[in-house]
């Protein structure tokens, strides 16, 4: 796949080649600040197919976790793009910021269930995790 994105300004464009790994929605606490209350829904990608076409990101890496991710978002409009988990060759692809977001086609699994929400809407017969499968 060629998936192309950015943020909603405009002044942070990406190109994500390859095949998604993992096409999920997550119900952790954390995604919940990102998204504004849902589920975040994501494609996994290949670090190496990855790269920033236009502007660069900010990123933030939280101090007080042993293994913490970094987030990368625009510094002008506050756009979660990706996060990047320490030690994989991976990172997380937010399919709000694709240019063509049907491209997601839907998930797959629906992970970290143990912090979902009552109002929050898990496709029937999905497969669904209390963290992450396997
Ligand atoms: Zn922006
Ligand atoms: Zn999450």
């Known amino acids: 796949m060629k998936l192309e994105g ?7 464009r990406y190109l994500a080649e390859g095949e998604p790994t993992l096409k999920a929605q ?7 600040y990102v998204t504004g209350g849902g589920p975040n829904y994501f494609m996994m990608m290949p670090t190496g197919g990855f790269r920033y076409t ?20 625009c510094a002008e409009c506050g756009t979660h793009l990706v996060t990047r988990p320490p030690g994989m060759p991976l990172l997380v692809l937010k399919v709000g910021t694709l240019d063509d977001p049907t491209l997601f086609e839907g998930p797959q699994v629906a992970i970290y269930a143990v ?13 669904t995790f209390e963290r992450l499968p396997g």
């Open 6 to 12: 950015g943020c909603y300004c405009g002044a942070v």
């Open 26 to 32: 997550c119900h952790c606490r954390e995604c919940q």
């Open 54 to 73: 236009k502007g660069a990101p900010k990123a933030f890496t939280r101090s007080d976790l042993e293994r913490p991710v970094t987030r990368e978002f």
């Open 115 to 127: 912090d979902k929400q009552p109002f929050h809407l898990v496709a029937e017969g999905l497969p």
